[in-house]
């Protein structure tokens, strides 16, 4: 166990549709990032939460968001879903400047 | 968007071989440049890291050699086992307040026994 926990570890969902992914930190690490893995792109930075705050933006859609509430976690959400969306996104946390973890990984799979 | 450049994207060594996987970045800006393994199913685990004012760094059968002239840098696995059958992504990190990573492509690792 990484000590970052994502959930749901699968999602099968419609076109279309709406769904939220969610990202507890390991306990103490302030910033938070999000990444999406799919096979013909690799790792790509969405966006990254710092204590609440928006920190940095990457190749994230307009179609999806993300928050990080009082308590750290963060959510990621994903609306009007398109088949292209279906991959693996990944929550990091950072401690420090370099003590990167990752988590395990929510699958989404767009039908 | 400033990329990492990973090569090969495939790689087959023999048990008890020597794997090389290379990377090269474009953003002068990195100061951390961390190696990931990343098992099937499972998050991208940090395996080893250096920063650019060394030139290479060894951690039991894992070596990163650091090239900063050249912006390029490599990892060596000695002795590689089936065990390390895995993908591995080279990154690089800035020194801007957001920290995040710019990942290589990643490279498919097989070790035949």
Known sequence: DSGVTQTPKHLITATGQRVTLRCSPRSGDLSVYWYQQSLDQGLQFLIQYYNGEERAKGNILERFSAQQFPDLHSELNLSSLELGDSALYFCASRRGDYGYTFGSGTRLTVV | ?113
């Open chain 2, 1 to 113: 968007q400033q990329q990492v450049k990973q090569s090969p994207q495939s790689l087959i060594v023999q048990k008890g071989g020597i794997s090389i996987i290379n990377c090269a970045y474009e953003n002068t800006a990195f100061d951390y440049f961390p190696w990931y393994q990343q098992f099937p199913g499972k998050g991208p685990a940090l395996l080893i890291a250096i920063r650019p004012d060394v030139s290479e760094k060894k951690e039991g059968r894992f070596t990163i050699s650091f090239n900063k002239s050249a912006k390029q840098f490599s990892l060596h696995i000695m002795d590689s086992q089936p065990g390390d059958s895995a993908t591995y992504f080279c990154a690089g990190s800035d020194s801007g307040s957001a920290r995040q990573l710019t990942f290589g492509s990643g490279t498919q690792l097989t070790v035949l026994p």
